[in-house]
């Protein structure tokens, strides 16, 4: 029998799981659930239903594992815990700075209702988190670094969007190839965040705007750029359409670490490029359920993140199958 | 309390974990246990006891995790079972088709014993396993790619050793930087063994021995070295130790996948660059001792991989400080 899987929330992640679910034969998509009306969402998926939210309290039995797509700012830390009271959850909840008390929350639901409730899983958090984990465990005398890009920052392209004059945006933050070749090299850079990163800014202007102001407050912008080397490009419309219409991302998780008396230098490095950051952040919201679905079948219940799964849960093969194939 | 260690197997690898347990004060060693006469055997932790392997059995209260560092041919298949009928156990066992049959033998063991017997650690089998199955649970519609080096194969090596006129001798595997860079970039090629990897031999020959003979020999060799492009320095015994004295290695496990309608490809890697395969397999196989004995704790017995274990179990820091830090 197929693990049935719930959408709640029909945006570009949600599109993403969807595209997912397809590809993988032992899940079945059971509905899309959004706060619209949903005669208005029309989804990718033929013979399946778009549901309200309100909905899905109604469908228990009939769904196995809700992933709540959803962002972090406010929809999750209300709804992942409400969904968690009915259902084993996911969410790719990524503020880093508040998931101790978003896991909290979803714990206490999830432990109350013999659910799981699966946080902050994607990429970072999510795969990034594990390559961090495993590499300070088996280097624990040692230095992390993390690099994003190049990629689509939505954030950055919205704050953008939001200056005057500016029409449409898209911002990539690109990591500075001599640091990521210094780490790699075993050097142990101490690196400022200037260092680390760049930001480009592809800018579309409104008529008659004026041009230098527009980039003035981008690059001086807190927290979003003033702490970077900023670049802005303005271009047409046409050409943002033509050249800057997907969303790429990716970047490196390198621990740098001694073993011994210190002679021996090890580098771990993971790293990810990604043609389409919700389709790849929505694969691993994918193999999440199905871990989510198995661990709760395994009688677990409660909080948990990437960290607390058993890999084997995440891959559709059998443990005998992943023993003599992929060990 | 810290975890109690004993060392069964006292040559590189378990110098390695030695020195390994060193960088973890959560763990402690409790002593080092030879098939030798014990008195031989001198060890680099001050105030450790080196025992017959006689002695294990006498000592199951005084240790929580027996790592095993045999060989995989003759050694574990019969020290694994046998002490994990005794211990939690952790080993390196790095036969990849014979695998299933290890397994069962550790499990069957390890479950009558109320034990954890962890096989396969390190880091092909071990880490390059767990990139492959995480890589392949978010994409299932891809392609593995494993490429080994620039490092020493100790088997390569002990090959060229047994021909006659050859005095010592060091074998590299090196990945072909073109077939990388074509995986890297999305292309999938279909790669035969000569294509992915080349092999480099540093020989001291005998003094008069036939140079020429050897070159031949060793480049023919079947299995090991006839269906590679090989290279054969022959060098004098002052060079080999000067400069081939270490036993560096590493890889890279890339998976090269698609989503949604094929149009958005994805290339995930994993790298490792190692200045010491011994003593980095070492604070793996520390690390899996610390997985065992929390799995136990928490009531989890029989055989298991890396793919079974809950990456958290593996890092000294608890879930809070994990969740608040490195996610």
Redesign the interface.
Known sequence: MSIRIGILGYGNLGR?VE??IA??PDMELVGVFTRRDPASVKIATAGVSVYHTDDAEKMQDQIDVMIICGGSATDLPKMTPKYAAMFNVVDSFDT?AH??EH?AAVDAAAKKAGKIGLI?CGWD?G?F??????A??????GKDYTFWGRGVSQGHSDAIRRIEGVKDARQYTCPVEAAVESV?AGENPELTTRQKHTRECYVVAEAGADLARIEREIKTMPNYFDEYDTTVHFISEEELQRDHAGLPHGGFVIRSGK???G??????????????NP??T???LA?CA?AAYRMNQDGQTGGK????????Y????S??E???H??
């Open positions: 993403g595209a997912a590809h993988n880093h998931i101790p896991f902050s958090p795969m988190s594990l390559n961090r984990v495993y300070n465990a088996i280097l624990p005398d790699r073993t011994g008396d002679t021996h230098k090890h580098i771990i490095e993971y790293r990810l490029k990604l043609d389409s389709e790849f929505g694969s691993v193999a199905r993140t990437m960290l607390d799964i058993a890999p084997a995440l891959c559709a093969q443990g005998e992943l023993r003599a992929l060990l």
